[in-house]
């Protein structure tokens, strides 16, 4: 079975969410997410089937963000703009034009990511669709990785300089090499 879902539906039921049909919450959650990460794709199904949608659509909207962080057309000050915006939309409600301003701007480098970014209202669709506890941990953890993105702290955001960390106070993120994070691996503390 090549399905992110084995015999366990990641959803009881369809999404509710206006605009977001079944095959495109399939899409995203299984043929997206296996394009942009296999290894990330095939550890979700270790996980229990209620946790798998909002894990899985944490992942993909935390790569979204990193997809428009390293668009390296993007003059530094508008790249931080986007990714500000991406968080916005993170935070909710989403806004059809910023998405697609954010769509137009960011670069893909690869087949998967590019289906992600066609696919981002569906994301925020899905995100806006979770269950209440799901939806507030899931913007937690893209919150806290968009403020960890590496290029804040690599310096490529303008003039902190090569190898100068951005001037913010960052949270400290454990496991962020691995592809994978359970809900608490992801800390709102500033790293000390």
């Known amino acids: 079975m090549d399905r992110l879902e ?11 969410f206006e605009g977001v049909t079944r095959e495109d919450r399939d899409r995203l ?31 993909l909207l935390a790569r979204a963000a990193d997809t428009v962080a390293d ?8 790249r931080l703009r986007c990714l500000l915006e991406f968080r916005d939309q993170v935070e909710g409600p989403p806004s059809p034009a910023v ?4 769509q137009r701007e960011a670069q893909a480098e690869t087949s998967g990511e590019e289906a ?15 269950e209440t506890s799901d939806r507030v941990e899931v913007r937690r953890i893209v919150r806290v990785l968009i403020r960890s993105t590496p290029g804040l702290w690599r310096g490529a955001w303008g003039s902190s300089g090569p190898g100068r960390p951005w001037p913010i106070s ?11 994070w359970p809900w608490g ?5 500033p790293c000390s």
């Open 99 to 102: 998405l697609q301003r954010l």
């Open 185 to 189: 691996a992801v800390s709102e503390r």
């Open 71 to 78: 668009t390296p057309t993007l003059e530094p000050k508008v």
């Open 116 to 130: 992600l970014l066609s696919a981002l209202p569906a994301a925020f669709a899905l995100l806006e669709d979770l």
């Open 29 to 59: 959650l299984t043929d997206i997410l296996r394009e942009v990460s296999r290894a990330f794709y095939l550890t979700l199904r270790a996980l229990p089937g209620g946790v798998r949608e909002p894990v899985a659509l944490a992942y």
């Open 6 to 16: 084995d015999s366990t539906p990641m959803s009881p039921e369809p999404t509710a």
């Open 170 to 180: 960052g949270p400290c993120v454990i496991g962020m090499s691995s592809g994978w």
